[in-house]
């Protein structure tokens, strides 16, 4: 797997070194420890030390070109998710990165997974489609009572 650099140097002084973009407090004392100096903004949050936090966003997956989310996956869905801020809205990763170098998502629509791996993040690998059509190419239960209706095959695998 190839691993995307995230590059602390590209983080402004005064913001968390995690990538989490939050601002940081002033250091209220020297902590050589903690990488801290009385009277300079800190390195990190609370809880956000460079080796608690992956190096990456993503991996490649050389195989499928997927690119894979490597922070927090959301348990109801596997969606890859993140905040913005220390508490600011969460936004779902696959939806960022299409809007980051795609654009805007079109009203009105979803984007569906081509790869069919939640955790992809590939903006190539992201079509939006409406929701009735997301649901019709997915493999739950409503999706297949549909085709089923139609008179056409169960999928397989």
């Not at 190096?55 to 913005?84: L, M, N």
């Not at 489609?129 to 095959?153: C, F, K, Q, Y």
Request: contains cysteine; positive net charge.
């Amino acid at each position: 797997m190839t691993i995307i650099p995230r590059g602390d140097k590209d983080i402004p002084h005064g913001y968390c070194h995690c990538g989490c973009g939050c601002r940081t407090k002033i250091a209220t004392m020297t902590s050589a420890k903690e990488g801290r100096r009385k009277g300079e903004p800190n390195r990190y949050l609370k809880g956000h030390y460079g080796g608690n936090r992956p190096k990456a966003d993503y991996v490649v997956e050389p195989t499928t070109g997927c690119w894979i989310w490597q922070r927090h996956i959301r348990k109801q869905d596997g969606y890859g998710s993140f905040h913005i801020g220390r508490h600011g809205p969460g936004r779902l990763a696959h939806r960022h990165y299409y809007e980051r170098y795609i654009g805007p998502i079109p009203g009105g629509m979803v984007l569906d997974h081509l790869c069919r791996n939640r955790a992809c993040v590939n903006p190539d690998h992201l079509e939006p489609v409406t929701i009735t059509e997301n649901v019709m190419r997915g493999n739950g239960r409503a999706a297949r009572d549909a085709r089923l209706r139609r008179g056409e095959p169960e999928l397989v695998g």
